[in-house]
């Protein structure tokens, strides 16, 4: 018994510390899984949409062109019909320097009907609000700014609703609701997910929203160590929102970090909806 207590003590004290340090930053950040969800918004539909969300790349130390060139591979994998973008495309864009070469990734990207973004904080923030607009749009995204943009789906209106930053932009949720129709199947992208609870009266399907990072490291029976401003109530996953349109909001952990190198119990993730609408 005695032979085995130290081997014990450096188990616990120094294997097992040091191969999570290994593993929350040099390997959970550089996977990337597909997360797929499939929502019933019409009960006598049977056409399907396919979206596909993707957010919070932070370009910059923690997450390079070479990792957003496979995460761009696994959407067209998807076959999507709409791909959106949530917000957070560079970390920090003033030290930043490959802004020049991100929109020919983006544009990489396919879509049977449009691709559509919104401006998250870091899309502001670091000098980023000379740059995004540019690379969103050279990049065939339409960026909504407190906005919607209409889609004919096989006889079915789409409406893709994007609102502004809520902590850098000009947030500002009944305009962003001016057209909307709830005849329609409305899809709300929101950077900010608490910002959620806006639009509750509104006939919205569902909300995509980021920002979070699921907290990065996010522990068991306890969950997010750091809780972003404006994601505090909702951090990660699917939320019904509990309102009499039965809103559904999901919160994606993101592709990047920010900050801190570390992820632990939130895998980089691409978001694939399959509706039938």
Not at 69 to 84: C, H, M, T
Not at 85 to 111: E, P, R
Not at 144 to 162: A, E
Not at 235 to 258: A, C, E, I, P, R
């Amino acid at each position: 018994m005695k032979k085995k207590f130290p081997i014990i003590i450096i188990i616990i004290f120094i294997i097992i510390p040091v191969s999570l340090f290994i593993y929350t930053k040099y390997i959970e950040r550089e996977l990337l899984t597909v997360k797929k969800i499939s929502l019933d918004f019409n009960d006598k539909g049977s056409e399907k949409l396919r979206v596909v969300q993707f957010t919070d790349t932070q370009l910059g130390e923690f997450y390079t062109l070479e990792n957003l060139e496979k995460a761009v591979e696994k959407i067209n994998k998807l076959n999507p019909d709409i791909v959106v973008f949530t917000g957070d495309l560079i970390d920090n864009a003033a030290k930043y320097k490959d802004i020049d070469k991100v929109s020919k990734v983006l544009s990489k990207i396919n879509s049977k009907y449009g691709k559509y973004a919104i401006y998250g904080n870091h899309d502001y923030g670091g000098g980023a609000v000379r740059y995004y607009s540019r690379i969103m749009n050279k990049s065939g995204f339409e960026v909504l700014k407190n906005d919607s943009h209409l889609i004919k789906v096989k006889g079915k209106n789409i409406r893709i609703l994007g609102a502004d930053d809520g902590l850098m932009g000009s947030f500002n949720s009944r305009l962003t609701m001016s057209k909307i129709n709830k005849d329609d199947i409305n899809i709300l992208l929101l950077h900010e997910p608490d910002l959620s609870e806006k639009f509750l009266n509104y006939k919205v399907d569902l909300i995509l929203s980021g920002h979070s990072h699921g907290g990065q490291i996010d522990l068991p029976f306890y969950g997010p160590v750091v809780k972003n401003v404006l994601s505090e109530k909702y951090t990660k996953g699917l939320y019904d929102l509990g309102n009499k349109f039965n809103t559904k909001l999901y919160v994606s952990s993101g592709l990047g970090n920010t900050k801190l190198p570390y992820r632990f119990n939130n895998v980089p993730q691409v978001v694939c909806f399959d509706l039938t609408i």
